[in-house]
């Protein structure tokens, strides 16, 4: 594992690995591509998976002495991942898509999630702090771990883009068509359950399992992406936007809205017309 600092200006630094190297943005801002792919910033709380060979290209448009842009870089061995994987396919497989356990190359950047945030400061804590004997065993358990992590994010992204044309095709594309067809019904588990032929008891375990988030919880994220763009894009009041994004109680709103963005709805909005004016 390394920690990057750039302290200065810098444009079209060239960057590749021997080994599949996941990358997660601390502190600053960058520009970056990868391959043939076009520029996009990188800010902190992303990852982007990088491929053995593949060519970073990165922009540092606002490093200076005082605001340092700083990144972990942490590189994981073709075996450890293939090991950890035909593990998982061999003992735990995939029950409801067509998904093996893997790591998708295209689909490289990641917005990352609060697990996946842990387990990258677990990472630094180990590498800054921990001298124990025990370190090596840790750090390889942890690596694990977040290999299977991003392999759930990457389901959910492949998930977004796939379950119109997979919906008749796999459980998880059903439930995932039916969920969002009817967004601000209020779902029980026994009926989505029934949707992927499943027990209450085991559907809950595998849709986890595949998309590392409870139903509840993505049924929550999908209502804060409808509410989301209400917000930008509509006059409607703060009360009214959570209604028409599938939420019940405004109080639950504000509190679910303001955890995974760090803003209340209305200081959201704020936000986005001060960016646009």
Known sequence: MNIFETHE??????????????????KG???????ARPYFDYLPGEIVIAPPGELMKINFPEAGPDTPTQCIALSISEDTIRETFE???????????????DLDHSFFHLLSRKDLKKIVGRFIQLAITDETREKDAIAALTLREMLIRLSQTQARTILQSTYLSMKNETPLAHVVD???SNITEQFKLEELSKKACMSPSHFSRSFKKETGLSVTEFVQLERLKIAKKLLMTSRLNVREVAYHSGFTDINFFNRVFKRELGATPGKFRNSQASQGS
């Not at 200006?9 to 601390?26: K, P, R």
């Not at 593990?87 to 356990?101: G, T, V, Y």
């Open 9 to 26: 200006e810098a444009e079209d630094v060239h960057l590749s690995f021997d080994n599949f190297v996941i990358t997660s943005m601390i």
């Open 29 to 35: 801002k960058k520009n970056i591509s990868l391959g």
């Open 87 to 101: 593990f998982l396919n061999d003992k735990h497989p995939r029950l409801m898509s067509n998904l093996n356990w």
């Open 178 to 180: 039916y969920i969002k």
